[in-house]
C-alpha cells in the first residue's frame, strides 16, 4: 500500500515537468524565453499578440507548481528514512522545496499579470514580463543548495545497501553547481549569462531535466527494492 | 626487519592494478562537470571566434605573470595531494602535512586571484565593460567556487586523520578529494591557456 503511495507521487513528477513544459512551450510559446535586450514596446507587443496561449499555459504553469509538492515529498520520505530520527538535512530540504518551487507558481502569475490587460501600457507589461522570467530563472538559487542538501544526505547513508545509489548523491551536487549560473542572471542582458542565454538557461534547463528523469528512475527502482519497509 | 601490515600489500595491489580511485560515484561528479566546462569552452570558441579583435585586445590586458603564478601555484598543491595519497595508501605520517601543504598553496591562489579582481576592477575593466569581460569574470569565477569547494573537501579530509597521522580505510576517502582536486587544476590549466595564453 504505502509502495503505491510512494510510486504515484514519484510518478506525479513527471506529470508536473511534462504539464510545466507545455505550458511555458506550445502554449505560452515562452520557450527559448523573450530576449532581456528586447525593447519594451516589442515585449508588449509579443503578449498582445500570443495573450490567450499566455494565460492558459499560465494555468498549467501553477498548477504544475503544486503537483511538483507529492514528488518533492517522496525525495523527503526517502531523505528521512537515510538520516533517520534526527533529520536536519531532511528539514531543510523540506523549507528550502517550499519556497523555491512557489517561485513557479508566481512566475505563472506573473505571467498571467503581463497578459491580463493588453491595453496597459508597454513599459508595464514589459515589468511584469521581466519578474515573470526572474521567477523562473532564479529559482536556480534555492535549487543549488537544494541539490547539495540531497547530495550530502544520500552520500552520508552508511548502509552497506543504500537507500539511494550513491551516484545519484553526486549527480545532485553535479546539478547544483550546473544549476549555479541562474544566479547571475540579473546582471546581463545579452550573452551567455542573461536569462535567455547558453549558460544561464540552456544548460540549466537541460541539466534540471537530466536530474529531474534520473531522480524518477532511482526512486522508481528504489521503490522496488522495498527499501522503505522495516523500522 | 619490519613486517608490512596486511592492508598495506591490499593497498599496494590495489595501486598497481590500475582501478578506479576513490568510489565510481565521485566520477559521475567529475565526468559531469568535464561536459559542463566543455559547453563553457565551447560557448566562449564561438564567442570569440565572433569578436575576435575585441577578444585579442582584452586578452592582452590580463597579467599573464599572476595567471601563469596561479598555474604554479595549483599544479604544486596538486603534486602535494598526489603525495598525500601516496602516503596514506602506505600508512606514512606525513600524509597530513603534505594535504595540510596543499590547503595553503590552494588558499594562496584564492588570495592571488582577490588582488587580481581588486586590480582589474581599479583598472575600469568590470564584469560588463565587454563580452571577453563577461566570459573572464564568470569563468573565473564559477572556477573560484570549485576551488573553494575543493578546499573544502581538502579540509574535509584533513579532519579525518586519527591522532597518530594514519587515516584507516580511508584511501577511497583521500582518493576521492584528490581526484576533484585534480579536476580544479585540469580546469584552470585550460582556462587559463584559453583566456590568458590564446
Same mark, same amino acid.
Given at each position: 500500500m504505502k509502495s503505491t503511495t510512494m510510486k504515484l507521487c514519484? +510518478? =506525479? &513528477?513527471?506529470?508536473?515537468?511534462?504539464? =510545466?513544459?507545455?505550458?511555458?512551450?506550445?502554449?505560452?510559446?515562452m520557450f527559448p524565453p523573450l530576449a532581456p535586450a528586447l525593447p519594451a514596446a516589442e515585449v508588449a507587443d509579443y503578449y498582445r499578440a500570443h495573450q490567450t496561449g499566455i494565460l492558459v499555459g499560465a494555468i498549467l504553469i501553477m498548477a504544475c507548481s503544486v503537483l511538483f509538492f507529492p514528488f518533492l515529498a517522496a525525495v523527503a520520505t526517502f531523505?528521512?528514512?537515510?538520516?533517520?530520527? /534526527?533529520?536536519?538535512?531532511?528539514?531543510?530540504?523540506? =523549507?528550502?522545496?517550499? +519556497? &523555491?518551487?512557489?517561485?513557479?507558481?508566481?512566475?505563472?502569475?506573473?505571467?498571467?499579470?503581463?497578459? +491580463?490587460?493588453?491595453?496597459n501600457p508597454d513599459a508595464i507589461i514589459a515589468t511584469l514580463s521581466d519578474i515573470a522570467f526572474f521567477l523562473f530563472v532564479m529559482p536556480a538559487v534555492p535549487a543549488f543548495v537544494q541539490n547539495v542538501v540531497t547530495g550530502i544526505a544520500i552520500l552520508g547513508d552508511k548502509r552497506a545497501q543504500p537507500i539511494l545509489p550513491r551516484w545519484l548523491g553526486y549527480m545532485n551536487l553535479w546539478t547544483?553547481?550546473?544549476?549555479?549560473? &541562474?544566479l547571475a542572471v540579473g546582471l546581463f542582458k545579452v550573452g551567455p549569462f542573461a536569462w535567455n542565454g547558453v549558460?544561464?538557461?540552456? /544548460?540549466?534547463?537541460?541539466?534540471? &531535466?537530466?536530474?529531474?528523469n534520473l531522480m524518477i528512475f532511482a526512486m522508481l527502482g528504489s521503490i522496488k527494492r522495498n527499501v522503505l519497509a522495516g523500522e | 626487519m619490519t613486517v608490512q601490515p596486511l592492508s598495506e600489500l591490499h593497498g599496494r595491489a590495489r595501486s598497481t592494478r590500475g582501478h578506479v580511485p576513490g568510489e565510481?560515484?565521485? *566520477?559521475?561528479?567529475?565526468?559531469?562537470? %568535464?561536459?559542463?566546462?566543455?559547453?563553457?569552452?565551447?560557448?566562449?570558441? !564561438?564567442?570569440?571566434?565572433?569578436?575576435? #579583435? $575585441?577578444?585579442e585586445s582584452a586578452q592582452t590586458l590580463l597579467d599573464r605573470r599572476l595567471g601563469l603564478l596561479n598555474t604554479l601555484l595549483l599544479l604544486t598543491s596538486s603534486l602535494f595531494v598526489?603525495?598525500?595519497?601516496? #602516503?596514506?595508501?602506505?600508512?606514512?605520517?606525513?600524509?597530513?602535512?603534505? $594535504?595540510?601543504?596543499?590547503?595553503?598553496?590552494?588558499s594562496s591562489f584564492v588570495i592571488v586571484k582577490a588582488f587580481?579582481?581588486?586590480?582589474?576592477?581599479?583598472?575600469?575593466?568590470?564584469?560588463? @565593460?565587454?563580452?571577453? @569581460?563577461?566570459?573572464?569574470?564568470?569563468?573565473?569565477?564559477?572556477?573560484?567556487?570549485?576551488?573553494?569547494?575543493?578546499?573544502?573537501?581538502?579540509?574535509?579530509?584533513?579532519?579525518?586523520?586519527?591522532?597518530?597521522?594514519?587515516?584507516?580505510?580511508?584511501?577511497? $576517502?583521500?582518493?576521492?578529494?584528490?581526484?576533484? *582536486?585534480?579536476? !580544479?587544476?585540469? $580546469? *584552470?590549466?585550460?582556462?587559463?591557456?584559453?583566456?590568458?595564453? %590564446?
Open positions: 514519484t +510518478y =506525479m &513528477g513527471a506529470v508536473a515537468g511534462t504539464l =510545466m513544459f507545455i505550458g511555458i512551450w506550445p502554449l505560452a510559446q531523505l528521512k528514512k537515510i538520516e533517520g530520527p /534526527v533529520s536536519p538535512l531532511t528539514w531543510a530540504f523540506v =523549507m528550502i522545496c517550499a +519556497y &523555491g518551487f512557489v517561485t513557479v507558481f508566481f512566475a505563472g502569475l506573473f505571467f498571467t499579470a503581463a497578459a +491580463y490587460r493588453p491595453d547544483g553547481v550546473l544549476l549555479l549560473p &541562474g549558460l544561464a538557461f540552456w /544548460v540549466p534547463a537541460v541539466v534540471f &531535466g537530466i536530474w529531474f | 565510481e560515484g565521485v *566520477w559521475v561528479f567529475i565526468g559531469g562537470d %568535464l561536459v559542463a566546462f566543455a559547453v563553457f569552452f565551447i560557448t566562449y570558441a !564561438v564567442a570569440r571566434r565572433q569578436e575576435l #579583435a $575585441l577578444f598526489a603525495q598525500a595519497v601516496a #602516503a596514506v595508501r602506505r600508512h606514512d605520517r606525513r600524509a597530513r602535512p603534505l $594535504l595540510l601543504g596543499a590547503i595553503a598553496l590552494g587580481e579582481y581588486s586590480a582589474k576592477i581599479a583598472q575600469g575593466f568590470t564584469l560588463n @565593460s565587454n563580452s571577453f @569581460s563577461i566570459y573572464y569574470y564568470m569563468f573565473t569565477g564559477i572556477h573560484l567556487i570549485h576551488v573553494l569547494i575543493g578546499l573544502a573537501v581538502l579540509c574535509f579530509a584533513a579532519s579525518r586523520f586519527d591522532r597518530n597521522g594514519q587515516m584507516p580505510g580511508g584511501v577511497a $576517502l583521500i582518493e576521492g578529494c584528490g581526484a576533484f *582536486w585534480h579536476l !580544479v587544476d585540469l $580546469l *584552470w590549466i585550460i582556462l587559463f591557456a584559453l583566456l590568458y595564453l %590564446l
